[in-house]
């Protein structure tokens, strides 16, 4: 059983375009997070959320936005897609957030390529 | 600020040693981890340090000084699936902590 998916694995699109990751873990862990992976391999945080709560949101511009309709889904929607935003995005899941020992499990990552 | 320095990349032959350091220079320090991340796929657990000392798992070895912002990373007994990149990451205490990745040290082990 997959703890952590993506869907799609691939997304191409054109510069503009709207599009959406989705995310589910089937952990029964309370936080979720969205990474940016990119061509450098820098692995960084854009956003994470704790039973559905927004707790996290680093300086990301305004065209993405997260959403976590129940504990075990965290979408993220980009809007007006620029070609700086490819990159890799990987979701991930921790049991809950404020105990800092809490692993975080990865998912598969989505790689996205602006056009 | 926060910085977290790695090597970026390193050799080594099957079989042998590799010390894989981190240094950082970090506020609100609320532990240390290290993850493995296979080309194309995603970072997986390999150890937390919190305290200073060394964490002992298998073939990988985790050792940390707070006082010293330093961190290395033990993998013995290479095998050519050790061949991966290394994160070292840093938890930040903060609204719900936040795990702040260095740069990663890639490991290529030949045989």
């Known amino acids: 059983d997959t703890a952590v998916s993506q869907t799609p694995k691939y997304l191409v699109t054109q510069m503009g375009n709207d599009k959406s990751i989705k995310c589910e873990q089937n952990?029964?862990?309370?936080?979720m997070y969205w990474y940016k992976q990119d061509s450098k391999k820098f692995l960084k945080i854009m956003f994470s959320?704790?039973?559905?709560?927004?707790?996290i949101n680093e300086t990301v511009p305004n065209r993405f936005s997260p959403k976590s309709p129940d504990k075990a889904h965290l979408n993220l929607h980009i809007n007006s897609l620029e070609l700086g935003d490819s990159a890799v995005y990987f979701c991930?899941?921790?049991?809950?957030?404020?105990?800092?020992?809490?692993?975080?499990?990865f998912g598969p990552g989505t790689r996205l390529t602006v056009t | 600020g926060q910085n977290i320095d790695q090597p970026t990349e390193m050799t080594a032959t099957e079989g042998a040693i590799v010390q894989i350091n981190c240094t950082y220079q970090?506020?609100?320090?609320?532990?240390l981890f290290w993850y493995q991340q296979h080309a194309g796929e995603a970072p997986t657990f390999l150890s937390y340090n919190v305290l200073d000392g060394l964490e002992e798992k298998g073939r990988f070895s985790s050792f940390l000084s707070r006082s010293k912002g330093y961190s290395y990373l033990l993998l013995k007994e290479l095998q050519m699936k050790d061949s991966a990149s290394y994160l070292c990451a840093v938890m930040i205490k903060a609204a719900g902590n936040k795990l702040t990745f260095g740069g990663g040290t890639r490991v290529l082990v030949k045989p």
């Open positions: 952990l029964g862990h309370d936080t």
């Open positions: 959320y704790n039973n559905k709560e927004l707790i």
């Open positions: 991930a899941s921790s049991q809950e957030a404020f105990q800092s020992s809490y692993e975080q499990y």
């Open positions: 970090t506020s609100g320090f609320n532990g």
